[in-house]
């Protein structure tokens, strides 16, 4: 027998929206603000690096109760862009989350976000010399607050969640964020899906790649893993939700709608050690941070015309290429 993903997480990961969520009015108030992006890191986070514009893990979650937060990491986009893109227009059912409406954006300094100068975790062998690719784009962070509309039910989603957009590289943010010793923040899922050279990264997040990397030699491990498995491998120790009768049924998500599904994480202890023996950790930094930059190069932008899939037409949703919350 078959069960959604939607259904499963609804199921085994409820939640209760978070009190800080209703202090998104008040956060002009610096006490308040603390209070509230302390409540944004501290609770479930969806992390989604090489994000671009696609909405469905936002919609997936969402529309479980299952998270309230969710973090994207991408530098191909400017403020105005990703301002564009979440904020809702009569006219397009491609622009914003659908049942939605912004309620706060909030520019977050980096040292509101986690310890700073952060130690990162791989050598400068294993990552690029950004100073032959660092370009102009200057980096930001903007957490929105979106509220639902009171047309539509508890059935198509929390009624608030926040989303923070970093102009950044997905694989230095996550070691920034989520990996210092000091850090609030840690990722309950982590959305894995390899665009090959066409997605504008370095290196790979799905299994062996930097990014499994980084999260063993810190120990930092998601207790959940959204998978594009035709693109990409999932985590060693992550295996598909199975339990008795029932599987997961998969979606489709991403520019280029690809199948996704759940892996969760298992104490298989064999092939932690395994893993261990080929990820060996970095020398130590006699500073004690290293000097890969949190904030790395700019990508270059898709055109939307040329991305979407054939047979989608200028009504489809493009955030989340069907990943708006329905």
């Not at 956060?27 to 944004?40: E, I, S, Y």
């Not at 299994?207 to 060693?236: C, F, K, M």
């Amino acid at each position: 027998m078959s069960l959604s993903m939607d259904d499963f997480l609804r199921r085994d990961y409820r939640e209760s929206e978070p009190e800080w969520l209703n202090m998104a009015e008040e956060t002009d108030n610096p006490t308040v603000r603390r209070k509230f992006l302390r409540g944004f890191l501290g609770s479930r986070i969806v992390y989604y690096p090489g994000a671009g514009e696609d909405g469905h893990p936002v919609k997936l979650f969402n529309r479980a109760h299952a998270a309230h937060s969710y973090i994207y990491a991408d530098y191909g986009y400017s403020r105005h862009e990703v301002h564009s893109i979440v904020t809702p227009h009569p006219q397009s059912s491609r622009r914003g989350f659908r049942g939605y409406r912004i309620v706060t954006v909030l520019d977050v300094q980096r040292e509101e976000l986690a310890p700073w100068p952060p130690r990162y975790h791989l050598n400068p062998e294993e990552a690029p010399n950004q100073s032959e690719l660092i370009g102009s784009r200057s980096p930001f962070a903007l957490l929105y607050v979106f509220q639902r509309l009171p047309e539509f039910g508890e059935d198509h989603g929390a009624h608030r969640f926040a989303v923070l957009f970093l102009c950044a590289d997905g694989f230095a943010a996550y070691d920034a964020l989520f990996c210092q010793p000091e850090s609030i923040a840690r990722p309950f899922c982590v959305l894995i899906q390899d665009y090959s050279i066409f997605g504008g990264n370095w290196g790979r997040f799905g299994r062996d790649g930097q990014l499994e990397q980084i999260a063993r030699r810190t120990n930092v491990l998601p207790e959940l893993l959204l998978v594009a498995y035709t693109e990409s491998e999932p985590w060693h120790g992550y295996v598909p939700i199975t339990e008795g009768r029932f599987t997961l049924v998969p979606e489709l998500g991403g520019f280029t709608l690809r199948p996704r599904l759940l892996y969760r994480r298992t104490p298989n202890l064999a092939a932690e050690e395994a893993t261990a023996r080929y990820i060996i950790p970095p020398p130590v930094d006699p500073s004690g941070r290293s000097t890969w930059p949190f904030f790395f190069w700019p990508g270059f932008l898709w055109d939307a015309d040329f991305w979407r899939p054939k047979g989608r037409t200028d009504e489809d949703p493009w955030l989340g290429q069907g990943g708006e919350c329905q």
